[in-house]
């Protein structure tokens, strides 16, 4: 029995694991009109932000707001694309 709930734990963990070393599974999504996108954590950077805006937006995109809390491990950008 013990060697099951281990076995169980470490399966949850590492899927723990692989969402955080995933972030372009984080949606992006529409309010009003712009896109929202986060990419917090300690895995990802305002890197993985804007390779998101890219993906959205074929012909670029323009910043409306770029959030982030003293810590860095929020990291929350709006933005529209290009016509």
């Known amino acids: 029995m013990y060697r099951v709930n281990l076995i169980m734990v470490f399966a949850i963990l590492l899927t723990g694991c692989q969402q955080l070393l995933n972030g372009q599974s984080q949606p992006v999504v529409i309010k ?35 959030e982030e809390n003293v810590t860095g491990t929020k990291r929350e950008l709006t933005f529209v694309c290009n016509k």
């Open 32 to 66: 009003n009109g712009n896109y929202f996108t986060s990419c917090g954590g300690a895995v990802e950077t305002w890197g993985s932000c804007n390779n998101k805006a890219m993906n959205i937006c074929k012909n670029g995109y323009t910043t409306v707001s770029k």
